[in-house]
């Protein structure tokens, strides 16, 4: 989706509702205790989200907005919310004191961004996060499902933590100006149980091999060998793509 979609707004008062309820219900549900949203723009999700946590951080860059939006946390029913003046994209998480698996996050932002944040938040923090609550392009579902065909490098990531669930198709005319894309709601959620594998050997795994994508894992591994060392491919899956595999065919890879 191309750049010009920061102008996108959701306008949909249904669609908005729909996502504060949802927010209310992850959150209850999973007993956390804080809530993040991250770059409210006209903060319409905001208003309706606000009052959900006792503990309310947003992160927002541009400071054109601080007194609007100051005005708009200030209607917070008690305790009060936190504004980080601040790129998301630049912040250094640690500086949180939260404990992150009692931590939601809610956004609504342009797509372009969307995998730069969630490669961020999971390299820093390994998707450490209770849940997430997000729009992303309909294209960019389809890669991230658990069955997706074509399984792509955020597919690893966010699949190795959380169940990744769809919520909603959103139409393009619940946007001002529509997009030329549908849209839909997802839903992360933390899984009982994990791969048999480590989060960090699986991230050394993609950076080696992502960047080769139509080629075999037969072959990546041969390119690489002599510079990177490598991993040990199986012979059942050395003509297969990264994308083609499953996760106990990936599992297979780490024990060999």
């Known amino acids: 989706m191309s750049t010009y979609l920061w102008q996108n707004f959701l306008t949909d008062s249904t669609i908005r509702h729909r996502i504060a309820d949802k927010a209310k219900d992850f959150y209850n549900q999973n007993n956390c205790e804080n809530l ?32 609007i939006l100051e005005e708009v946390v200030a209607k917070k ?17 640690s500086q949180f004191e939260w404990e992150k698996n009692q931590t939601f996050v809610v956004w609504n932002l342009p797509y372009y961004i969307t995998s730069p944040i969630l490669r961020k938040f999971f390299w820093d923090w390994k998707g450490e996060f209770a849940g997430w609550l997000f729009m992303v392009q309909d294209e960019v579902w389809q890669k991230l499902r658990f069955d997706a065909g074509k399984k792509s490098y955020l597919y690893w990531i966010l699949n190795y933590t959380y169940e990744v669930q769809y919520l909603k198709t959103v139409p393009a005319k619940a946007f001002s100006p529509a997009p030329k894309v549908k849209s839909c709601l997802i839903w992360l959620s933390k899984k009982d149980k994990l791969p048999n594998i480590e989060f960090d050997e699986l991230i050394r795994f993609l950076d080696l091999f992502s960047p080769y994508s139509r080629k075999t894992l037969g072959k990546i591994s041969k390119m690489i060998s002599k510079k990177w060392g490598s991993f040990v491919i199986p012979e059942n899956l050395s003509n297969k793509r990264l994308e083609e595999l499953n996760w106990v065919q990936l599992e297979e890879i780490f024990i060999a």
Do not use: G, Q, Y
């Open 36 to 67: 993040i949203e991250i770059w409210p723009w006209k903060w319409s999700i905001t208003k309706l989200i606000l009052n959900i946590s006792p503990n309310f951080t947003l992160f927002e860059k541009d400071e054109t907005l601080k007194e």
């Open 77 to 93: 029913e008690s305790w009060s919310a936190k504004i980080i003046w601040w790129d998301v994209l630049e912040w250094d998480l």
